[in-house]
């Protein structure tokens, strides 16, 4: 039984990588161009999901004190808020 040597196990990541780019630079120009927007689309969606919830507990606080602020004798509090950046939503609860 012959061990794999250490180079062999480091140089196989680079040959997915090689035939990717092979197999990228065989589609037609219009295929590269598809593909790259697409990434890029996807990449943004990615993005501004994690973003939304880095957003969600400032925009809670805001929103709770606007709300007392226009309330006399009453007050609001909201336990939890979720801020979709894709489809521009919000879901309240408490």
Known sequence: MAQQQPEENYHHGGKLLQRLREIFRSLPK???WVT???AF???ILIVLFI???FLDEPLRG???NRMNSNLKGYSVGLPKLHFQLVGFSMTLKG
């Open 30 to 32: 219009w295929g590269r």
């Open 36 to 38: 790259g927007i697409s």
């Open 41 to 43: 689309l996807i990449l």
């Open 51 to 53: 973003a939304s919830y």
């Open 62 to 64: 805001f929103m709770e």
